[in-house]
Every structure is written in C-alpha cells, then in structure tokens.
C-alpha cells in the first residue's frame, strides 16, 4: 500500500519495518489500535533478513549477562508467538525447538565445561555436560576431535526470513497498515509542546500519531531527533548457507570459532563475523574462508558440502552492547532497537514490553537497564520538523 496524506492520523507510528517493527506492529493491533509502519524499502529486508535465528539466552561473553533475563523472558514467550503468528498469516516460521549443542576443543576442556556449566546454572539456564561419544550420538556430524560438550536442551532455532515475512503479514492481517518505500526523516515535535512527540516526518508527507516507535536498526539514528536516544551503530556479519544432503544435523551446533544451523529445507548456515566496517554489506575472501575452515573443523563433512548462498547484514550495536528499550524524556516517544545478536530472540518481549508501556504505563520486565535515557541525553535542542 503507498502511503498519502489522507491516511494521516494513527495511534501509532513506528519507523521501521524489520522484526522488531514488524513484532510490535502486530502485538499492537492485536491490541486494538490503530498501528502504521514506515519502511523505506521493501519490509523485512535487513538484519531480520539477515541473521542466523538462534534463539539462545546464553551470553556469549559477560558484557552480555545483563541481556540474559529479558532473553530468557522471551524465549519463554516463543512457542507461543510462533503458533499465533503462524495461524493468523497463515505462514511456516520453521520454528526447532530442538536444543543446541556446544563442542569444545580444547586440551583443558574438562575444566572449561565445569566452568561454563556453573556459570549456566548461575545464570539460571539450563545446560548439560556431556561427554565426546554421547554428543555424537546426538549429532553423528561433530568432528572425532571434540573433547566434551554442552547440551541446552530449551534452547531453539527459527527461520528468520520466514518468521520476518509472517510476522508482517500476520501485523497485516490483525490490521495494521505497513507503508513500503517510505523514508522517515525525523520526529516531529507538537506545535507549542517540544516535549511532546507528535508522529514522523517522512521524505513524502507527515504521519501524526498519539505515540512513536524508533525501530529502525542500526539506521535508527539517521532518524533526526532519535540519534540521542539511539547512538547505535552497524555490526557486520557475514553468512554462508551449505547444503550437504548425507549430513544430518538436528540441533544448532556451537565452537568457540563458528555456530551452525539447520534449517527445515535441508540448509545448514555457518556463522557469523563481526566486523566495524560501517554499512558495508560485501561478502568477503578472508572471511568467508575463516567460517569454512571453522565449519568444516565442527563437522568436517561439510567438506563436501554445496555453497548455496553468501551474505552479510548488519546489526543494530549500542555502546554498551545492550538493547535499547523504552519511553524517552519526549512524551509518546519510544525506542526499540539496539537488540545487536539477539534481535531475532528479543522480537516476542520486545513487542510485549512496548505494548505494555502504551497501555499501561508499567511493564512486566526489569527494563531499567536498557533505557534510551542511558546515554546521558538531554532533550533541550529542538532538531526535528
Ligand atoms: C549475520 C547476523 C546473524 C544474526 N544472528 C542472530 C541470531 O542467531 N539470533 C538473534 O536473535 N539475532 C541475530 N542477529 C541479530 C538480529 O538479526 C537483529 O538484532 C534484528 O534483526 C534487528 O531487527 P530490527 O527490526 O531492529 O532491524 P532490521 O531488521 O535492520 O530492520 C530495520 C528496518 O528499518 C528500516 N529503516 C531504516 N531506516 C529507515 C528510515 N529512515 N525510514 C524508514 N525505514 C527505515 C530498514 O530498511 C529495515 O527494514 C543476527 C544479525 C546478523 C546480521
């Protein structure tokens, strides 16, 4: 549908049509209210495109400890999700509830795992030690050399692409208007009221809208008046999908190197890097070979494997390297990105915390962490239309 004028006027209007724009549009609507989508190109195109679907709570790092109860919330959130998505657009998500399972390689991995799995159980996630024999029992792909292994048995996959699309279609279905090829300039404030945000200002019109939802990944801050609340910046991750049809993998497989994941059609990816190279989306030599040889010392009957595809996407980083969720300083203004590696996990409890934020002005998450007011920003200049 192209956007005019006479369609003006929503409840609210987010920018932005990936997963997460796509996710609160359709939890809005559902709602009840009246929800416009602003995307300027074709809807679900870019790191939803992109990435990988693991849905795993596990950090990967401990920079990433604080991400760990909002992604749990969410992978509860899930199951649930899928099957509302699904029946509503009418649409597979290709949804694998099937667990991960990590390898490791190293000389010290006994004491590695009794590490990682305390650290597992700390967190409250659920994680398994498993020797070398029983994890190839479970996956017969995994190379002879692993020493030990980390079964998380809650943990899950989806399909990404499959999920974005449904996602929108089921937003679509429940009511909301999702607007393709427009570009948002800024947010507008309220003649007379420069706390208050008023809609988007988009290159071909104006939407006015009672609240506003940033949601447009690592561009957000191209979105004058949201760089504030939204400093994020792209994180490059390049991707490559392997088919090898006498190699069965069931589970996501973790090294510390590489992660590999099936897919329902028969498609393994191998993944990611991550790169600071600006909004660069070229697949390249060196990193391509470093997640083949990654791939292949995980389950080295990937040697044999096809190359089907090749891509890169970028993801929305903060500073800190944690979401950025919630109501700014500017009444009816709220953000929703920064969600880095996990943005395909966080959709379901980022939808369900903007909802609750719009309706009831409390959510049912710690949040605190996460808020767009972090960065230290005042909202004393006025940079919008
Ligand atoms: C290689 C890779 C692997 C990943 N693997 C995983 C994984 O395994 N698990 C996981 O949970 N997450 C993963 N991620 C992260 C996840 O993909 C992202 O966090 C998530 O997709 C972010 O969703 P989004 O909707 O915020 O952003 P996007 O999908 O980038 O959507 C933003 C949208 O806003 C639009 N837009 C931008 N500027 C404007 C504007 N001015 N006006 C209108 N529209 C605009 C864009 O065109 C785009 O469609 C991965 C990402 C990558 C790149």
Known sequence: MRYHDSMKKFDVAIAGGGLIGGAIALELARSG?????FE????????????????????????????????????????????????????NA????????????????????????AVHHGLGLKAEAIRAEDARELEPALSEEMEAGILRPDEASV????????????????????????????????????????????????????????????????????ERYAPVSPAKGQMIALRADELKIERVLWSERIYLVPRNDGRILAGATIEYVGFDKETTAGSIEKILSAAIELAPGLAGARIEEMWAGLRPDS??????????????LLIATGHFRSGILLAPVTAKLIREWIGEERVSVEWERFSPLRFGTQSTRRTTA
Request: net charge negative; proline share 8%; charged share 25%.
């Open 319 to 332: 500073p800190d390297h944690l979401p950025i969720l919630g109501p700014t300083d500017l009444d009816g």
């Open 159 to 226: 399909d990404n692409r499959a999920l974005t699309k449904a996602v929108l279609e089921a937003a679509r279905r429940s009511g909301a208007e999702i607007f393709p090829d427009c570009i948002v300039e800024a947010i507008c404030r309220e003649e007379g009221r420069e706390n208050r945000c008023a809609g988007l200002l988009l290159k071909n019109g104006r939407v006015e809208a009672r609240w506003t939802v940033v949601a447009a990944g690592c561009f957000s801050p191209e979105i004058r008046g949201a």
């Open 94 to 117: 290709g949804f694998r509830p099937k667990g991960t399972l990590e390898a490791l390689f190293s000389r010290n991995a006994r004491e590695e795992l009794s590490t990682l799995i």
């Open 33 to 37: 209210l009246h929800v416009g989508v």
């Open 40 to 91: 300027r190109q074709e809807p679900g195109q870019e790191a939803s495109w992109a990435g990988a679907g693991i849905l795993s709570p596990a950090p990967e790092n401990p920079g990433m400890i604080p991400t760990v109860p909002l992604c749990k919330a969410s992978l509860e959130l899930y199951p649930k999700f899928v099957a509302e998505v699904e029946e509503i657009s009418g649409q």
